[in-house]
């Protein structure tokens, strides 16, 4: 309802000061380059974090003395901060695969 509202109040506002809405523009992003490195349950890692964010973003961390605990901690964050509904199963499997690969 508030997007009709607002698209209203746009139209609205450029018939007032006499312009006409912009015309849609057609673009296309570019393909996805990132990939994850191969590792144990790679699907389960694809499924749960590609959701959100790309391979990318997991390069972007330092290096990390206790690979286990960092990753583990990162994962909990996801989960508890960020909300991402990755199932208690497959926690551990992330982690591992996390602290294996990265």
């Known amino acids: 309802m508030q997007r009709t509202v607002l698209l209203a109040v746009s139209f609205g506002l450029a018939a007032a000061l006499g312009s006409a809405p912009a015309a849609p523009i057609n673009y296309k992003t ?4 990132a990939a994850f490195k191969p ?10 974090c590609s959701a959100c964010h790309s391979a990318d973003y997991i390069k972007t961390q330092p290096p990390i003395k206790d690979k286990k605990g960092f990753w ?4 909990t964050k996801m989960i ?3 909300g991402a ?3 208690d199963a497959d926690v ?4 591992d695969y996390l602290a294996a690969t990265y």
């Not at 570019?30 to 380059?33: L, M, R, T």
């Not at 551990?92 to 982690?95: D, L, P």
């Open 30 to 33: 570019p393909d996805e380059v």
């Open 92 to 95: 551990g499997k992330i982690v």
């Open 72 to 75: 583990q901690a990162e994962v």
């Open 85 to 87: 509904p990755i199932n």
């Open 80 to 82: 508890k901060v960020y």
């Open 39 to 48: 590792g144990p349950d790679l699907e389960i890692v694809k499924g749960n």
